[in-house]
């Protein structure tokens, strides 16, 4: 197994392909022979079918930009003739996808392969996969601690290389906060970047599909393929996709890293503030240079975001009818029953408790006070970054506050776990993008170490300069290439 | 109704979503507590501000108008538990 393919990233990957030192068939089987073996006490991954993916790994063209690159994907994007089961037991068995998500018509024709499908909080509604409906998920690096969420599985497979590299989707954090969890690179894009067709909608206006790799040289390559306007998402951006691999010059003189004084304050764990201080200094010594910016609404960030995000949610989840797909009631009185019976097997606890809090917000009496409220302070958000942009290219920070949490540590108290997405929120409200890479590692209990994730904020469409950031940090350290300890 | 609490089944009925006793009795709190967090923003001044749907200017975009072929009968029932002439089998809605 040392020499295992499931340990490269995408770039090695096509090194050894275009030397002839493996072929993708070869590749896919150290791959599914890495899950078997390494994702048993992890729960990366609800399911994948090894048959397809070697099939097309016999045809492979490793001259395609991602040929015979094998890509895991979270379980909400649509991946045609495989499950999507958005990890709920609405849609758990009984669900196949008849098309492919705009993502994976992207992926195939840049070569790549498709290849498991991974864990998540259930419909994406969660900050540590603990609200998966099917299968419960670990931190590879401590089996006691949650992988963090909603992506948990996608970051779990990359880090403990039962996968090259994977597609998640952040709303809230949702791909940055499980990457800095687990040890792994995680981009969120600019919202308009990727398409959403095929993504099943949890709020529409923060939902974003991403890269989550084992190096920001990855995820440069896997956004230049997924990124771009399209015909099926009206919110899809026009702008020209640029090649953001040659973004990647290591050169970061000059660039203004901003610090925000509100997220520099007492609530960050001191062994993480110490991990990012580091980072800091790292950075400034490649010619980086720090200045101070305020974000002065950060702290209404959770309360805007939780009645934004779920007033969506109620809406989008509406569909979820079990009349067309999905679990259906057995013999109702009623159509009203038959919704109130369907949706509440099939719907887990976070999941009822967003659909319900959304509705209310949306509710009659209520809207002004909430809703509209929350969409003017997003307002004030969005103008704090543009601001803060115009004395900094990029805004740094912890990904989160702390190294990954214990399982059940927050699981019953909601709202403990949504002000741990304290400094990921504000992006999707505001719209930019951001990434997460790993800058240190800390020591928790039993002689255990945790990763740490830096966060790299940038305006719109600057996913350029936020992995030169990124990059240039990996190209300089070593804390992206440490892996979990072996089991 | 107290406008700080949350009538939970009330908001389950609108949402279609049946709750148990327990469940009703946990998310009351729960919500209750989410709710008492996200009130801060009452405190803050908001007047004169645009409210703000999508963090990026939304427009329509437009095509001509073509017919193109769907994805078809059989794929759109490809996932249906209950079915019927080749159409969805919905639940009674008027009464008997």
Redesign the interface.
């Known amino acids: 197994m040392s020499d295992s393919a499931a340990k490269l990233s995408i770039v090695e990957l096509q090194r050894d392909y275009r030397s002839g030192k493996r072929t993708p068939s070869e590749a896919i089987s150290d791959i599914i022979e890495a899950i078997k073996l390494n994702d048993g006490d992890v729960g990366a991954y609800l399911s994948f079918d090894p048959e397809m993916a070697l099939d097309e790994a016999s045809n492979a063209d490793i001259n395609l930009p991602l040929g015979g690159v094998p890509i895991a994907i979270k379980d909400l994007i649509n991946v045609k003739g495989q499950p999507c089961t958005c990890a709920s037991r609405f849609l758990d068995s009984s669900y196949t996808s008849t098309y492919d998500a705009t993502v994976i018509t992207r992926l195939r024709q840049a070569g790549a392969i498709p290849l498991g499908r991974t864990n998540m909080d259930e419909f994406a509604m969660g900050s540590s996969t603990e609200n998966s409906g099917l299968r419960s998920a670990s931190n590879p690096w401590d089996v006691d601690r949650v992988p963090g969420g909603s992506s948990g599985g996608s970051a779990i497979c990359v880090s403990n290389d039962t996968a090259i590299a994977a597609l998640g989707s952040d709303t809230g954090g949702s791909i940055r906060q499980p990457a800095s969890f687990c040890g792994c690179v995680g981009l969120k894009p600019t919202y308009g970047r990727v398409s959403r067709y095929g993504l099943v909608a949890f709020a529409s206006s923060l939902d974003q599909i991403g890269p989550m790799t084992k190096t920001s040289e990855d995820a440069a390559l896997l956004l230049s393929v997924i990124s771009g306007s399209d015909s099926r998402d009206s919110t899809a951006l026009s702008d020209v996709v640029p090649d953001y691999s040659s973004h990647l010059t290591g050169d970061i003189k000059g660039l203004r890293i901003g610090l925000p004084k509100e997220y520099f304050n007492e609530g960050i764990d001191a062994d993480v503030r110490a991990c990012v201080d580091e980072a800091i200094s790292h950075l400034e010594k490649l010619g980086a240079k720090i200045v101070d910016v305020s974000l002065p609404h950060t702290e209404y960030a959770i309360a805007t975001y939780y009645i934004i995000a779920t007033a969506e949610a109620s809406a989008n989840l509406a569909r979820f009818d079990g009349v067309r797909y999905g679990n259906r009631a057995v013999e109702p009185n009623d159509i009203l029953e038959h919704y109130r019976l369907s949706r509440a097997a099939g719907f887990g606890d976070e999941v009822k408790r967003r659909i319900i809090l959304g509705t209310y917000v949306l509710s009659s009496g209520y809207n002004d006070a909430y809703y509209v409220r929350a969409q003017k302070v997003r307002t004030l958000i969005r103008k704090d970054f543009a601001a803060a942009f115009n004395q900094a290219d990029v805004i740094l920070s912890p990904t989160a506050p702390t190294p990954a949490f214990k399982s059940g540590e927050k699981s019953s108290d909601p709202l403990q776990m949504y002000l741990a997405d304290i400094f990921t929120i504000a992006a999707n409200l505001a719209g930019i993008c951001g990434a997460s890479t790993p800058c240190g590692n800390v020591q928790v209990e039993n002689g255990r170490t945790m990763p740490v994730g830096l966060q790299v904020l940038g305006p719109h469409l600057s996913e350029g300069t936020v992995l030169r950031i990124t990059d240039a940090f990996e190209k300089t350290t070593d804390w992206h290439r440490l892996r979990p300890p072996t089991r | 109704m107290d406008k700080d609490k949350?009538d939970?089944n009330y908001?389950?009925?609108?949402?279609?979503?049946?709750?148990t006793n327990d469940?009703a009795e946990?998310?009351s709190a729960?919500?209750d507590?989410?709710?008492g967090?996200?009130?801060?923003?009452?405190g803050?001044d908001?007047s004169g501000?645009?409210?703000?749907?999508?963090?990026?200017p939304?427009?329509?975009?437009m095509?001509e108008d073509q017919s193109r072929s769907g994805?078809g009968t059989k794929?759109?029932l490809?996932?249906?538990?209950?079915s019927t002439a080749d159409q969805?089998?919905?639940?009674?809605?008027v009464?008997s």
């Not at chain 2, 908001?11 to 709750?19: D, F, P, Q, S, Y």
């Not at chain 2, 490809?78 to 209950?82: D, G």
């Open positions: 949350i939970v908001v389950a009925e609108l949402a279609r979503i049946e709750l469940e946990r998310f729960q919500l507590d989410i709710l967090y996200v009130r801060q923003l009452e803050l908001v501000i645009e409210a703000m749907a999508h963090a990026t939304v427009y329509d975009v095509r994805e794929t759109a490809a996932n249906v538990q209950e969805f089998r919905v639940t009674r809605v009464e």
